[in-house]
């Protein structure tokens, strides 16, 4: 049974640095993702004059509560969506003039949401091109707190990112939220504040956050389920069998709920307290799904959705067209290119079964795209990526690790 050893997650990395930075004292964080992601939030609090240690499993982080030490900084975020909206919220809370700017990619990507949630309390913060993107600057002179509304609709990322600015805050901070996408990642960023410290309260859709700050602790990082999902998908694609330790019952990471969906389509799931395995059982059901909330995982569905005995249909999946890429027109491209029968609305893809003819996905330097259609080549000898490499924003080592798991099997993987 091969046991495949998965990066710690992107999302729990970025919020425990941003948490570890926040807290009083010095913070450990074992088994941090290393990627161009989580190196490029890294950087970012570096340049605000936080010291972030590293070795090899560890990164260990010299909390400042009153904010970053440099009264000025210029920040780029990269690619990273996590980077781009919680520094800038973290920087909202402390004394100096910081201009953050990112990627071209990420320069599309909306921000107004909170940005204007910021302004509603106080912040003085100027986009400086294109109004609710980036680049954008802020004039931080600590949050006084108070009552906020926030449209979350768009992503959970805003309403984290708030959540996580609330300690720091003088009076603390009430959040109504008028619609929310994702929400197992806002269950994410209440629990892992609560690891640090601090107990966030929910009134229907106001979250109540106490000012009070954060404590230093030593904080361990679990694999990322998202990525883990290219490997679960493997195995219920081909008749295989997969576990990936350190992933199980009390995760945090809500797209552990993709093996769910594989369950429906006719896998065999188990979900231990040390891991979750999936055997696939030779039967691929076709189904209809909404997934708001695991919308990462929509990729990975749709690029194993031609191997199902029925259509696959993907709906309530809006949030993804502003992704890294519109990731739901970008599927449905690739999935053309192979010679699959789709059809799309606004926020809902479907996909007729059929047998994938090979060919070059284009990628739109997503790196969830790449992983997702890998999952197709086991299945499909001959697909090749544009663009390879950009898998470094969230798993360097994703073309070894995958190829290794194909091999294993007697499995040709896509070419890299």
Same mark, same amino acid.
């Given at each position: 049974?091969?046991?495949?050893?998965?990066?710690?997650?992107?999302?729990?990395?970025?919020?425990?640095?941003?948490?570890?930075?926040?807290?009083?004292?010095?913070?450990?964080?074992?088994?941090?993702?290393?990627?161009?992601?989580?190196?490029?939030?890294?950087?970012?609090?570096?340049?605000?004059?936080?010291?972030?240690?590293?070795?090899?499993?560890?990164?260990?982080?010299?909390?400042?509560?009153?904010?970053?030490?440099? @009264?000025?900084?210029?920040?780029?975020?990269?690619?990273?969506?996590?980077?781009?909206?919680?520094? @800038?919220?973290?920087?909202?809370?402390?004394?100096?003039?910081?201009?953050?700017?990112?990627?071209?990619?990420?320069?599309?990507?909306?921000?107004?949401?909170?940005?204007?949630?910021?302004?509603?309390?106080?912040?003085?913060?100027?986009?400086?091109?294109?109004?609710?993107?980036?680049?954008?600057?802020?004039?931080?002179?600590?949050?006084?707190?108070?009552?906020?509304?926030?449209?979350?609709?768009?992503?959970?990322?805003?309403?984290?990112?708030?959540?996580?600015?609330?300690?720091?805050?003088?009076?603390?901070?009430?959040?109504?939220?008028?619609?929310?996408?994702?929400?197992?990642?806002?269950?994410?960023?209440?629990?892992?504040?609560?690891?640090?410290?601090?107990?966030?309260?929910?009134?229907?859709?106001?979250?109540?956050? @106490?000012?009070?700050?954060?404590?230093?602790?030593?904080?361990?990082?679990?694999?990322?389920?998202?990525?883990?999902?290219?490997?679960?998908?493997?195995?219920?694609?081909?008749?295989?069998?997969?576990?990936?330790?350190?992933?199980?019952?009390?995760?945090?990471?809500?797209?552990?709920?993709?093996?769910?969906?594989?369950?429906?389509?006719?896998?065999?799931?188990?979900?231990?307290?040390?891991?979750?395995?999936?055997?696939?059982?030779?039967?691929?059901?076709?189904?209809?799904?909404?997934?708001?909330?695991?919308?990462?995982?929509? @990729?990975?569905?749709?690029?194993?959705?031609?191997?199902?005995?029925?259509?696959?249909?993907?709906?309530?999946?809006?949030?993804?067209?502003?992704?890294?890429?519109?990731?739901?027109?970008?599927?449905?491209?690739?999935?053309?290119?192979?010679?699959?029968?789709?059809?799309?609305?606004?926020?809902?893809?479907?996909?007729?079964?059929?047998?994938?003819?090979?060919?070059?996905?284009?990628?739109?330097?997503?790196?969830?795209?790449?992983?997702?259609?890998?999952?197709?080549?086991?299945?499909?000898?001959?697909?090749?990526?544009?663009?390879?490499?950009?898998?470094?924003?969230?798993?360097?080592?994703?073309?070894?690790?995958?190829?290794?798991?194909?091999?294993?099997?007697?499995?040709?993987?896509?070419?890299?």
């Amino acid at each position: 049974m091969p046991l495949v050893a998965i990066p710690g997650s992107k999302s729990v990395t970025a919020r425990a640095l941003f948490l570890a930075a926040a807290a009083d004292g010095v913070t450990t964080l074992v088994r941090p993702l290393r990627s161009d992601d989580t190196e490029g939030f890294a950087e970012g609090l570096t340049r605000l004059g936080y010291r972030v240690g590293r070795t090899r499993d560890t990164w260990q982080v010299d909390g400042r509560p009153q904010g970053p030490a440099l @009264p000025e900084a210029e920040v780029y975020c990269r690619d990273g969506a996590t980077t781009a909206r919680f520094l @800038p919220t973290l920087a909202a809370a402390g004394h100096g003039s910081y201009r953050f700017d990112a990627s071209a990619q990420m320069r599309r990507r909306p921000l107004a949401p909170l940005t204007r949630a910021l302004r509603d309390l106080g912040v003085d913060l100027r986009h400086e091109a294109a109004e609710g993107h980036h680049p954008l600057r802020i004039e931080a002179a600590g949050v006084e707190g108070g009552e906020v509304t926030l449209d979350a609709g768009q992503s959970s990322q805003y309403l984290s990112a708030l959540l996580l600015l609330g300690p720091l805050t003088r009076r603390g901070l009430r959040i109504r939220v008028t619609d929310l996408v994702s929400a197992p990642y806002v269950e994410i960023t209440i629990a892992m504040m609560r690891s640090f410290g601090v107990e966030v309260a929910r009134e229907g859709e106001v979250y109540a956050v @106490p000012a009070g700050g954060y404590r230093a602790t030593t904080y361990a990082v679990e694999p990322d389920a998202s990525t883990a999902g290219y490997f679960f998908a493997a195995a219920a694609v081909t008749g295989r069998e997969v576990t990936v330790p350190g992933l199980g019952r009390g995760a945090l990471q809500g797209d552990l709920g993709f093996v769910d969906v594989l369950r429906r389509m006719g896998a065999d799931v188990e979900i231990a307290e040390g891991g979750t395995t999936v055997r696939g059982t030779g039967t691929l059901r076709g189904l209809t799904v909404a997934m708001r909330d695991i919308s990462d995982t929509m @990729p990975t569905l749709a690029a194993i959705a031609p191997f199902a005995d029925g259509p696959v249909r993907i709906e309530d999946v809006a949030n993804t067209r502003v992704k890294e890429c519109d990731r739901l027109d970008a599927c449905a491209e690739n999935l053309r290119r192979l010679g699959i029968e789709v059809a799309t609305g606004e926020d809902w893809i479907e996909i007729r079964p059929g047998t994938p003819s090979p060919a070059e996905i284009k990628t739109y330097g997503d790196h969830r795209v790449v992983m997702s259609f890998a999952v197709t080549g086991l299945r499909t000898p001959g697909i090749s990526f544009d663009d390879p490499g950009c898998v470094k924003k969230t798993f360097p080592g994703f073309h070894e690790a995958f190829g290794e798991l194909a091999a294993g099997w007697g499995i040709p993987a896509a070419g890299a």
